[in-house]
């Protein structure tokens, strides 16, 4: 899931960032302080389940003809906290590369399906800024920073160690706590009902037989 959210991210922000600049996931400060190439860097400073958003229900997994081959687990959501800050000597490009930022996080849109891999394909992920954004003290030099929620979902592997289905099904009626009544052989009589139960007219066998 995370990886695959990166990815996302990274693909999402590198058309809107000014040339020569690069996105970059991991804790802030491990380059040089003072990087050649100017750097938006995203670090997964908290991670928390979403539990209102998370599904109740196995999914069944079915093939061409339609048998249920495998099941899903239900599927979890994640909020993904990420801390958003600009490496670059240059004002005016950590600005640029912040803007690139604000206008790729929009809350009322997901992310679009094509930059989702395959384990997530047809599962939205949704963007959203946070209220405060900060990082523990590592020593490094005071940053503007944001705070980038990514809500995505963890997507289990399916069970596939699943009962056969059943080859045929055997009915009987029967009044309540009365057994049903045991199959017979041979040519059968009249049928007559009695209640919940349908009996043979042994009398009418023996007839048929004399």
Do not use: Q
């Amino acid at each position: 899931m995370i990886a695959d959210v990166n990815l996302a991210l990274r693909g999402l922000l590198t058309p809107l960032l000014p040339a020569a600049c690069d996105v970059r996931f991991g804790a802030p400060g491990r380059r040089d302080p003072e990087p050649d190439v100017s750097t938006l860097v995203f670090f997964l400073a908290d991670v928390r389940e979403d539990a209102k958003a998370a599904g109740t229900e196995w999914e069944d997994i079915r093939d061409g003809a339609g048998r249920v081959v495998a099941r899903r687990p239900p599927v979890r959501r994640f909020d993904l906290h990420y801390v958003v800050t600009a490496e670059t000597t240059d004002a005016d490009i950590e600005a640029a590369l912040l803007d690139a930022v604000l206008a790729a996080v929009d809350p009322g849109k997901r992310l679009p399906p094509d930059l989702l891999g395959e384990t997530l394909a047809g599962r939205p992920v949704m963007l959203r800024l946070g209220e405060r954004a900060s990082y523990p003290g590592m020593g490094l030099p005071l940053r503007t920073a944001l705070s980038v929620i990514a809500n995505a979902p963890l997507v289990l592997p399916v069970v596939t160690d699943i009962a056969a289905p059943a080859e045929s099904i055997k009915l009987g009626v029967a009044a309540p706590g009365r057994p049903a009544p045991p199959a017979r052989t041979g040519t059968a009589g009249p049928r007559r009902w009695r209640g919940m139960a349908i009996e043979e007219d042994d009398d009418a066998v023996r007839g048929e037989d004399e």
